[in-house]
T-cell receptor
Framework: KAGVTQTPRYLIKTRGQQVTLSCSPI?????VSWYQQTPGQGLQFLFE???????NKGNFPGRFSGRQFSNSRSEMNVSTLELGDSALYLC???????????FGPGTRLTVT | AQKITQTQPGMFVQEKEAVTLDCTYD???????LFWYKQPSSGEMIFLIY??????QNATEGRYSLNFQKARKSANLVISASQLGDSAMYFC????????????FGGGTRLMVKP
């Protein structure tokens, strides 16, 4: 069974630009969650999508948004990038009724 | 609100010895799950082990076991027979029943295995 995949793996953007990251969950998993990891703030929850609906949202500004498609693939978008958005962005997929959650390899975003 | 505390920023262990990584949690929700993840320098978060709050027995997965003490609100990870490849960051995380699959993470422990 294929694991969680994220694309792209690395990204360099300029302040003020926008970026879209993609996450494909494990086959059969309908929940996708996104996290931001920085040295200063650690791992912080961005949002969770389940069956194309946002189920939970973390404490991030509206510049951070996401969506989920009918095949459970998810995208997150960050508009008007700031230097502080430089981070490792991780997505996780989960199956209902099971405890485990599995992460993808992450997208490392650098904003210059 | 949920909180996870990992009090050991860094630890050394000799190869082939066992090591315990500490994790304490705080939640008022009676139904929750506890997770441990390993993060090597590559950045990927590798799932190690899961313990549900109603599980009667401590979880084990190969060399990993979770020492779950509900009354003390602790969920320590025990790694037996440490290997050089175990050197990494380790994160404890919690999910509560009324928050979907949202995970709250601790600050992590950097484990270094000495040959």
């Amino acid at each position: 069974k294929a694991g969680v995949t994220q694309t792209p793996r690395y990204l360099i953007k300029t302040r003020g630009q926008q970026v879209t990251l993609s996450c494909s969950p494990i086959s059969g998993h309908r929940s996708v969650s996104w996290y931001q990891q920085t040295p200063g703030q650690g791992l912080q929850f961005l949002f969770e999508y389940f069956s194309e609906t946002q189920r939970n949202k973390g404490n991030f500004p509206g510049r951070f948004s996401g969506r989920q498609f009918s095949n459970s693939r998810s995208e997150m978008n960050v508009s008007t990038l700031e230097l502080g958005d430089s981070a490792l962005y991780l997505c996780a997929s989960a199956s209902p009724g099971l405890g485990e959650q599995y992460f993808g390899p992450g997208t490392r975003l650098t904003v210059t | 609100a949920q909180k996870i505390t990992q009090t050991q920023p860094g630890m050394f262990v000799q190869e082939k010895e066992a090591v315990t990584l500490d994790c304490t949690y705080d939640t008022s929700d009676p139904s929750y799950g506890l997770f441990w993840y390993k993060q090597p320098s590559s950045g990927e978060m590798i799932f190690l082990i899961y313990q549900g709050s109603y599980d009667q027995q401590n979880a084990t997965e190969g060399r990993y076991s979770l020492n779950f003490q509900k009354a003390r609100k602790s969920a320590n990870l025990v790694i037996s027979a440490s290997q050089l490849g175990d050197s990494a960051m380790y994160f404890c995380a919690m999910r509560v029943s009324n928050a979907g699959n949202m995970l709250t993470f601790g600050g992590g422990t950097r484990l270094m295995v000495k040959p």
